[in-house]
């Protein structure tokens, strides 16, 4: 069971980026229905275990579900335009080394020297495999010089969200599945003031948006399995394997949903994939 635990997080979370690509509309369907989605499986854990939480626990689980809508709607976007394929890799290595900096910067960590050492040396690694999955050969089909170039710049903005989602319930006592609810609530808020203030209202209307909800469920498969995944793996075995899930998201975006590369692009980005997996390995383990 603990191994079943272990693949389930890398599985769901290569296979969310798929399904949302498959998806008909625009990343704010696929966004709404990703929250709701989260919220209805929140809502099942909750009944379950019946968790106990403090207000302001509660209120910073919400926020850091609301920084989450952030960074998941740029990788959205950036599905659009560059393809699931380089978004990925991309979006992956930017947030494992934002939450290395952070790591170290906030909360104290790679004390020793080994550490500080290793995971510079991941960090430099994470840097080189996301140049090299973000290569872009003059006249390929992916997309034009000026797209991929905003692109990247939206997805080194949105990848704050992230990190500050992933940085909030580090400095919680509460954690792992006491905080789902309110995380999931936090989304939702943030969504519907996202449609509110771009005057969307069709959204809630839309079919796209609720097809997507299967996102939020692959999403909380992800994300439910991972926490149980820590408990009985630890950390590092959990959060090592699960970063397979880049590796099948990538490969899945150019074999499922067709994304064209050229040769070197294609060599390059495996190289890149690589050397994304080792810097995560090394900034985690060391």
């Known amino acids: 069971m603990a191994i079943i635990l272990m693949l389930l997080p890398a599985l769901a979370w290569g296979i969310l980026p798929l399904a949302v690509a498959r998806i008909n509309g625009k990343p704010v369907n696929q966004i709404f229905g990703t929250a709701v989605g989260t919220l209805l499986v929140s809502f099942v854990v909750y009944a379950v275990l019946r968790p106990t939480i403090s207000l302001p626990s509660f209120i910073l689980a919400a926020l850091a579900g609301g920084f989450w809508i952030i960074g998941q709607l740029g990788q959205y976007n950036a599905y659009r335009s560059i393809g699931v394929s380089q978004t990925m890799p991309i979006s992956t290595g930017l947030q494992l080394i934002g939450t290395s900096l952070i790591g170290v910067l906030i909360f104290g960590e790679w004390a020793s020297i ?37 692109t990247l710049i939206m997805l080194i903005l949105t990848t704050i969200g992230f990190l500050i989602y992933n940085a909030i319930p580090r400095a919680m006592t509460a954690s792992g599945l006491v905080i789902f609810l309110p995380e999931s609530i936090g989304m939702v808020i943030a969504v519907l003031l996202y449609i509110l203030f771009t005057r969307q209202p069709e959204v809630l209307r839309a079919q796209a948006s609720w097809q997507s909800l299967l996102a939020g469920i692959i999403f909380s498969v992800a994300a439910i399995t991972y926490i149980l995944s820590v408990r009985d793996n630890g950390v590092n075995s959990a ?6 899930s880049v590796v099948l998201s990538t490969i899945g975006g150019m074999l499922f949903l067709h994304e064209k590369k050229s040769r070197r692009e294609l060599i390059l980005t495996m190289v890149g994939l690589v050397l994304i997996v080792i810097g995560a390995v090394t900034t985690t383990i060391f």
Do not use: C, M, W, Y
């Open 114 to 150: 080994n550490a500080r050492l290793f995971g510079a040396l991941g960090i430099v690694l994470l840097i080189v495999g996301v140049s090299l999955t973000a290569v872009h050969d003059k006249g390929s089909k992916t997309s034009s010089q000026k797209s991929q170039t905003s």
């Open 239 to 244: 959060f090592v394997v699960s970063q397979l």
